[in-house]
């Protein structure tokens, strides 16, 4: 019995850590990177290449991940000097590549002479997350989903998984208990506007609202606008303009 006690511990354990890192996919339309890899806990990280409003290039990817994790950062076929950033978190440099660890979820930033920053997404596991027969949950599967404007009611969910990208906006006017969360992404770029105050995210005067996980990829004004809100939480959301 005590054996199978150990046994059983091990195993367990062993699952466990293979959840530590969840790779997640490049959105729909996204191009894989040619300069840079990535390797989380030896395990191949997809890394995109896209563009912002105003022909803004970048590199980017995102991952799940909790406890202590080792990631290395390569560019391909070149030597020149690799500057993680922001520099307060003291991880190292390297030539070509560098290998460093984190015991956080973090957004960071490389730099290297000649190309776009390299942004890096670490964000942490999703929990109990919605599912897509809940009347209460507007769910945005895997795919590109074009549904325009989305306007959520008091106590509903917009999901956004992983793999999804949603060219649209969200609005919400006086709504209570309102989440939009997830890990795919809200590309507003070319669905916004300054001089009609269409933005990617507006909630006028909400209440008890939560945004969590999602990437958003918008225009060259105010994009996320919280008007009058009351108890409003933010947490881990990507925003590139």
């Known amino acids: ?27 729909p339309e996204d191009e894989a990177s040619t ?27 995102f991952f799940e991940m909790k406890g202590n994790t080792a990631l290395k950062v390569a560019i391909k076929g070149a030597t020149s000097k690799l500057v993680v950033r922001p520099t307060r978190h003291q991880l ?5 590549q560098t290998t460093f660890s984190i015991n956080e979820p973090l957004k960071l930033v490389v730099e290297t002479e000649g190309e776009r920053p390299f942004f890096i997404f670490a964000l942490p596991p999703e929990e109990n997350v919605p599912s897509p027969k809940d009347p ?6 895997p795919g590109l989903h074009e549904p325009g404007a989305i306007r959520p009611k008091s106590g509903q969910t917009v999901y956004l998984a992983a793999g999804a990208k949603v060219k649209g906006t969200i609005y919400t006017f006086e709504a209570d208990r309102v989440t939009v969360r997830g890990r795919g992404v809200l590309d507003a770029q070319k669905k916004t506007s300054a001089a009609k105050k ?6 006028e005067r909400p209440k008890n609202l939560k945004l969590e996980g999602i990437q958003v990829r918008a225009g060259n004004w105010w994009q996320c606008h919280f008007h009058l809100s009351d108890h409003i939480r933010v947490d881990h959301v990507q925003m590139m303009s």
């Open 92 to 96: 190292a440099s390297g030539d070509g």
């Open 1 to 27: 019995m005590k054996i199978y006690g150990f046994l059983t511990s091990v195993f367990i354990s062993s699952l466990a850590h293979a959840e530590l890192v969840r790779p997640l996919p490049l959105a």
């Open 136 to 141: 209460n949950v507007i769910y945005f599967g």
């Open 198 to 203: 269409i933005h990617a995210l507006l909630f």
């Open 35 to 61: 300069k840079f890899t990535l390797q989380v806990d030896g395990k191949d990280v997809p890394v995109a290449f896209g563009t912002s409003n105003g022909n803004q290039s970048f590199q980017h990817t």
